[in-house]
C-alpha cells in the first residue's frame, strides 16, 4: 500500500512511513534506506559558515520600493528590531515617517 501511494502522483509525489510500534527502530531504519529524503541531512558535509540567506538589506529594500524614502527606512528596521509593544512600534513608526526622524 505504501508503495501504491508513494507512486501516485495526482497531488504530489509522496514519501510515507508508517511505523510498527512494536519495531519501531527497525521499522525507521527501512524507511530510511527506502529514500535520502528521509534523513537528507545525513548526506550533507556539515559546514558552520554558510550563509543562509541572500536577503542582506532586504527589507529595507522592500521598504523603499513601497515608498518610504531610503534614509528612513533604516530607522524603521531598527524599531521594529527594538520588540516594543505594537502600539509604541506604530506610533514611533509614524513620528519617524513625519518627522524624518
Known sequence: ????????????????????????DQSYDEFRARTFLAAPWDDVAERQDAQLDYNQGLAAKLLIEAGLPEDIAPDWIDIVEAGEDMDTMVERLVRTRETGR
Not at 495526482?10 to 508508517?18: A, D, N
Request: hydrophobic share 40%; proline share 8%; net charge positive.
Open 1 to 24: 500500500m505504501i508503495d501504491i501511494a508513494e507512486r501516485e502522483e495526482t497531488g504530489c509525489r509522496k514519501v510515507i512511513w508508517l511505523p510498527n510500534p512494536r519495531r519501531l
